[in-house]
């Protein structure tokens, strides 16, 4: 049986120890215990099926051959989960080879060419590991495919042809893998305004938003309670994916022509095909067509204009009866006398007749006329309404115009007081100081407690410095310490590679005691305390060539929920070449008023050199 250089690939003659050609080593003898497989002289050499092509020569000169093949050519990837295939690589030829592994898009399973040209730029969600192998003739290594699509903003929901294909001097052979992009439902639906107020018809609008990887056809259904308003919308939007749309929501009011605002709630169904249903609450002020104080005021002036003319004396006549004035027992023939007078300087008595020659109509009363008596304050009504109590109005929901236009209405002075708020969009009322319902007196100011947008961003790793870091024994560590430090070490890490291949600009790392199950923590105070909403996000990994294991904990302290309360845990080792995301929700630990990071070492001590990237608590609007 002849055997090749496992260097240069020349054969060598039988009975020889190293290499005519370049000196190696020959190891006859491992051909019986089978440590490297017998290698068929050129002209036996068979390529299976499946793999490359084969270069046939004399016999003195070598083939080169090579077979690649998957585990499974199906791979279906969830969005935000990462899976693995492997696959092998076999040298069919006769000498050591490099081969360099690729993948290339060949198109969609149905039939449907991805790119056209020149061969595409691949997802970076799908990688092969390594990128090249040199192997023994006969011998076979493994590899990775990787695929690990994000889930924020996830790829469209596909399957996906792909060659792994293995590249040599002189030989190539491929293999395909059908990827599936699972879908993807991701709907955001809001109702801007929330609030309205008017009279006839009011615009509200739907902003819908697609953040899923997969077309979605969304039905729309609207209606209030009382079954008064009238809403003209489209009855079904279809959206594709990663798009947003808005969509106007007219809404009609029966108009009433006098009265008080009233409100008017209705609900906003948003049905995403198989996805639940969201259903957002509206509200309607519903003004009527004239205020209720210009008809009390014009009511009041036509009044006054009647008592007034009818109070106009001249000449001797009486005054007309008003009730609650003068003599109950007053004659009631005074007012023939003043139907009489006459009510401008000038003017006759009577309809026709002409004034005396050289006389001056009389404009004072006769000596013997009867005044007035004065009123009786047993039987007289208030002139003018003195300022009295109001009701607040409920203006929750509402933006801080519309609640202080409407208080304005009522006669009250407001305060706008700002609060935080991941439930209510900014901008819109939270609750009123004195609240809905309460009795007032007009000219009073009430507070109006005004939503400012969601929680602020707490940058973790841009406040390390502040943060309290202590080891498991209770030492407290300095921060950007040693890290030759075997009590334990935090430190900012700039541009340093993680197990990923990624390369972020800034990382913290903490390193645990250099101890058997060794711990290292940060305990942070928080600019304010935890609401619902509020998510704790990062990532977490080891720095690259890192050889350890740790448990990351998040903590928070200080809420009546979750004090001293492990919130979330995660194991991670820095050999398997991924960074994991978090993000945590703490809206069950409100009132919390602060947060504690922990790596824990797991088994022995050493390289634990775990990172935190972008460690944060943000608002999350909903």
């Given at each position: 049986m002849a055997l090749y250089c496992t260097e240069c690939g020349k054969r060598a003659q039988s009975g020889e120890r190293f290499c005519r050609t370049c000196s190696t080593y020959l190891p006859w003898d491992s051909l019986e215990t089978g440590a490297i497989s017998a290698i068929k002289a050129p002209s036996e050499q068979v390529a299976p099926a499946s793999s490359g092509t084969v270069r046939k020569a004399g016999a003195d000169e070598q083939t080169a051959a090579v077979e690649i093949i998957l585990e499974s050519h199906e791979l279906v990837s969830e969005p935000g989960v990462t899976v693995d295939v492997?696959?092998?690589?076999?040298?069919?030829?006769?000498?050591?080879e490099a081969f360099d592994l690729v993948l290339r898009d060949v198109g969609h399973r149905d039939g449907r060419t991805a790119?056209?040209?020149?061969?595409?730029?691949?997802?970076?969600?799908?990688?092969?590991?390594?990128?090249?192998?040199?192997?023994?003739?006969?011998?076979?290594?493994?590899?990775?495919?990787?695929?690990?699509?994000?889930?924020?903003?996830?790829?469209?929901?596909?399957?996906?042809?792909?060659?792994?294909?293995?590249?040599?001097?002189?030989?190539?052979?491929?293999?395909?893998?059908?990827?599936?992009?699972?879908?993807?439902?991701?709907?955001?639906?809001?109702?801007?305004?929330?609030?309205?107020?008017?009279?006839?018809?009011?615009?509200?609008?739907?902003?819908?938003?697609?953040?899923?990887?997969?077309?979605?056809?969304?039905?729309?259904?609207?209606?209030?309670?009382?079954?008064?308003?009238?809403?003209?919308?489209?009855?079904?939007?279809?959206?594709?994916?990663?798009?947003?749309?808005?969509?106007?929501?007219?809404?009609?009011?029966?108009?009433?022509?006098?009265?008080?605002?009233?409100?008017?709630?209705?609900?906003?169904?948003?049905?995403?095909?198989?996805?639940?249903?969201?259903?957002?609450?509206?509200?309607?002020?519903?003004?009527?067509?004239?205020?209720t104080p210009i008809l009390v005021a014009a009511g009041g002036l036509t009044a006054l204009a009647v008592a007034g003319l009818a109070i106009v004396t001249l000449g001797a006549g009486k005054v007309i009866p008003i009730a609650g004035f003068g003599d109950k027992e007053q004659d009631l023939n005074a007012a023939e006398t003043v139907a009489t007078a006459t009510a401008i300087p000038g003017a006759s008595k009577r309809p026709g007749s002409k004034p005396s020659a050289g006389t001056v109509p009389n404009s004072a009363p006769p000596a013997n006329s009867q005044k007035p008596s004065p009123p009786d304050p047993s039987s007289t009504a208030p002139q003018t309404a003195v300022p009295g109590r109001v009701v607040i109005p409920d203006v929750v929901g509402e933006t801080a115009e519309q609640a202080k236009g409407e208080l304005a209405d009522l006669g009250l002075t407001s305060k706008i007081s700002k609060q935080i708020s991941n439930t209510v969009p900014e901008g819109v009322v939270l609750r009123s100081d004195p609240p809905a319902g309460t009795e007032q007196?007009?000219?009073?100011?009430?507070?109006?407690?005004?939503?400012?947008?969601?929680?602020?961003?707490?940058?973790?790793?841009?406040?390390?410095?502040?943060?309290?870091?202590?080891?498991?024994?209770?030492?407290?560590?300095?921060?950007?310490?040693?890290?030759?430090?075997?009590?334990?070490?935090?430190?900012?890490?700039?541009?340093?590679?993680l197990e990923n291949g990624e390369t972020p600009p800034l990382v913290l790392e903490t390193h645990p005691q250099w101890i058997p199950d060794g711990v290292i923590e940060g305990?942070?105070?928080?600019?304010?305390?935890?609401?619902?909403?509020?998510?704790?996000?990062?990532?977490?990994?080891?720095?690259?060539?890192?050889?350890?294991?740790?448990?990351?904990?998040?903590?928070?302290?200080?809420?009546?929920?979750?004090?001293?309360?492990?919130?979330?845990?995660?194991?991670?080792?820095?050999?398997?070449?991924?960074?994991?995301?978090?993000?945590?929700?703490?809206?069950?630990?409100?009132?919390?008023?602060?947060?504690?990071?922990?790596?824990?070492?797991i088994g022995s001590g050493g390289q634990q050199w775990a990172v935190w990237l972008d460690p944060r608590v943000e608002g999350v609007s909903s």
């Open positions: 492997s696959f092998t690589v076999r040298n069919l030829g006769t000498r050591v790119h056209q040209g020149e061969d595409p730029a691949l997802p970076e969600w799908l990688t092969v590991i390594p990128k090249s192998m040199e192997i023994y003739p006969g011998h076979v290594l493994r590899g990775t495919l990787t695929s690990a699509p994000p889930r924020s903003p996830p790829p469209l929901a596909a399957t996906t042809s792909f060659q792994v294909i293995a590249t040599g001097a002189n030989a190539q052979a491929s293999d395909v893998c059908h990827v599936t992009v699972t879908p993807v439902y991701d709907v955001v639906a809001e109702l801007h305004p929330t609030v309205t107020r008017g009279w006839g018809t009011t615009a509200h609008a739907l902003l819908l938003k697609n953040r899923g990887n997969v077309p979605l056809r969304m039905t729309l259904e609207a209606a209030d309670p009382e079954g008064v308003l009238t809403f003209h919308h489209e009855p079904v939007v279809e959206l594709d994916a990663f798009r947003e749309v808005q969509t106007p929501l007219p809404v009609r009011a029966p108009v009433r022509w006098a009265g008080r605002a009233q409100n008017k709630s209705f609900d906003v169904t948003v049905a995403p095909g198989r996805q639940p249903p969201i259903r957002l609450a509206g509200r309607r002020v519903d003004l009527p067509r004239f205020a007196d007009a000219g009073r100011r009430a507070v109006l407690v005004v939503s400012a947008g969601p929680t602020p961003l707490f940058d973790l790793l841009g406040t390390a410095s502040s943060a309290q870091w202590r080891n498991g024994d209770g030492v407290t560590l300095p921060f950007n310490g040693n890290d030759g430090d075997d009590r334990g070490f935090v430190l900012i890490r700039e541009n340093f590679q305990s942070y105070a928080l600019r304010s305390p935890v609401i619902r909403g509020d998510h704790f996000r990062a990532k977490v990994g080891f720095i690259a060539g890192a050889a350890g294991s740790v448990r990351f904990d998040i903590l928070v302290d200080g809420g009546d929920a979750c004090d001293g309360t492990v919130v979330h845990s995660i194991d991670d080792s820095g050999p398997d070449r991924v960074v994991r995301a978090i993000d945590v929700d703490l809206s069950a630990c409100e009132g919390a008023t602060s947060l504690r990071l922990r790596a824990t070492t």
